[in-house]
């Protein structure tokens, strides 16, 4: 099958041929559709993520496949069936963080496209527990950014709380879905880009923002919490500058650079700097439920799966509106 295989961080992807993966038990066989690229995929590349990648790899965990095989024992999803999987693989069901319902933070989790090959290729299998069902309105390219950059964010949200005026500082692929969520949600949404990007601004505004500016500038009012989307960790200390009394600002990536130190005065009256990591089951289902009802429409710019670097360089770049995703199968 054709894959874009990564043999080193930092080294370009290679278009491969490579043996079809065939399911174990429990797992499916996919063929994919499309699959996301995420901010993670690169923070894979540059090899900033704690622990070690399999590799070679196939990167990518926001896949949209058709179910075309079940190993023993897997009987959830028919063949032919449309499923979604997302970064979260598989866990133990057995340590601590599982047995308490934050399976989230389980000490063995596998990863897709990280710990086990994901989607940047034209087969892929999953644990068909780990999988969803993915709603019919939505195609095969606008879904695919639903399962990392919608349902992370989505967590994300929920750990900000019930914050009215929430900042997003990132207007991204994540963010663009999480503003239509919150807008739905009856908040009111202050997005900050780079300085200067006043298409990514207007973008925002389009999309239910009622304020946006460069993330160096302090809002018009001050905010309820905070998501950080970008990996830029000057932000966390920008978002709690803008933040009200009680404010929760979330970081919702996987790695960020370093917090400047600051002053305890930004973080007293029980503002609350805090991260989300990964995603459980029950955040998956609930925000597949939730995105048709809004409904969230996820802006995507689609790539050959021959161009997955060139894919994974324009979202390094912010030259993406929305989500950058690959069609493999289209
Ligand atoms: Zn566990
Ligand atoms: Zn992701």
Known sequence: MRAMVLDKPGTPLRAAEIREPEPGPGEIKLAVRTCGVCRTDLHIYDAELQGEPKLPLVMGHQIVGIVVGRGEGAERFEVGERVGVPWLGWTDGTCRYCREGREN????????????????????VAAEDFCFRVPPMYSDAEAAPLLCAGLIGYRALRLVGAAERIGFYGFGSSAHILCQVAVHEGRRVFAFTRDGDDEGQ??????????AGGS???????????V?????????????????????????????????????????????????????????????????????RAAVTTYPLEDAQRALEDARAGRIEGSAVLVVNG
């Not at 989790?109 to 990280?114: E, H, I, S």
């Not at 925002?204 to 923002?209: D, F, K, S």
């Not at 009256?269 to 809004?294: F, H, K, Q, Y």
């Open 105 to 124: 933070l389980c000490e063995h989790a596998r990863f897709t496209g990280y710990d086990v090959d994901g989607g940047y290729a034209e087969f892929t």
């Open 216 to 226: 160096s500038e302090l809002p018009p009012e001050e905010l309820d919490g905070a």
């Open 228 to 296: 950080v989307f970008a990996a830029v960790g000057p932000l966390m200390v920008q978002a709690l500058k803008a933040s009200a009394r009680g404010a929760r600002v979330i970081s919702a990536g996987i790695h960020m650079s370093e917090i400047p130190a600051f002053s305890y005065d930004l973080l007293w009256e029980e503002r609350t700097l805090g991260s989300v990591a990964n995603l459980t089951r029950a955040d998956g289902e609930d925000l597949l439920r939730v995105a048709p009802e809004v409904p969230v």
């Open 202 to 211: 207007a973008f925002a505004r389009r999309l239910g923002a009622e304020w």
